[in-house]
């Protein structure tokens, strides 16, 4: 397989979206996931965009994708998927990409740093709100979170652990700004981020009310 080339120009910005959906653009292109030729191609590009450092081994590749295949059968579908998800990004020479390419044997997804994932701006951005105790960074994190972790690939099991893992962080990020304002005397504030919370998940949010609300809805006539 080929290492990183630069085709026909400049690589573009490359944004991937994995919270509530799923898409890419590639520079002023969006390509959404209905439009991918092969399921296994985009399945790629997820498991790409959501590992550490956006590289993976080819085997970590191999066993999420192809599980039940034969070692050799699963790296003839791994030169497949490739080619497609090349494809679909726009290369027109399948065998030299900018966005996806193997070194050595790590395939790696944007190495030369062109890339966006929501995941990690969201994540990034409840880094950001947990050491300022800003109100408006923990609102900015919140925001970023559109959704579950890719909800069409719920019985992934691949998925599954990150997607509880972001959930978690953001339901703590709405108890954490509901504890944040009531500290400030802000109780309005406080009780709406509650309010969210308690339609997210309402057990959880049952259980911030009982020792982070009761005061501030006292104060304020009991109102929910």
């Not at 030299?96 to 190495?111: D, I, M, N, R, T």
């Not at 900015?140 to 719920?154: F, N, Q, S």
Request: some cysteine; hydrophobic content about 40%.
């Amino acid at each position: 397989m080929s290492g990183c080339h630069s085709v026909g120009g400049e690589a573009e910005t490359v944004r991937i979206r994995l919270l509530g959906g799923f898409s890419v653009s590639v520079g002023n292109r969006t390509i959404q996931e209905n439009t991918w030729r092969l399921r296994k191609a985009v399945g790629l590009v997820k498991l790409l965009a959501l590992s550490p450092a956006h590289r993976l081994h080819r085997e970590q590749l191999l066993e999420p994708l192809w599980p039940d295949l034969a070692p050799k059968a699963a790296v003839n579908n791994l030169h497949y998927a490739l080619h497609n998800a090349r494809r679909t990004m726009g290369i027109n020479q399948a065998s030299a990409s900018p966005y996806l390419c193997f070194q050595g044997e790590w395939l790696a997804l944007c190495p030369e740093g062109l890339l966006w994932v929501d995941v990690e701006a969201f994540e990034d951005a409840a880094g950001v709100a947990r050491r300022t105790h800003e109100p408006a960074a923990y609102r900015r994190a919140i925001e970023l979170y559109a959704g579950e972790l890719l909800p069409v690939d719920r019985y992934e099991d691949w998925a599954e652990a990150r997607r509880q893992e972001l959930r978690g962080t953001f339901l703590s990020l709405l108890a954490e700004l509901a504890l944040l304002y009531e500290g400030r005397g802000e109780h309005e504030s406080a009780i709406e981020a509650l309010q969210r919370l308690l339609v997210e998940e309402p057990a959880r949010g049952g259980t911030c009310r009982t020792d982070a609300s009761v005061r501030p809805l006292r104060e304020t006539g009991g109102r929910p």
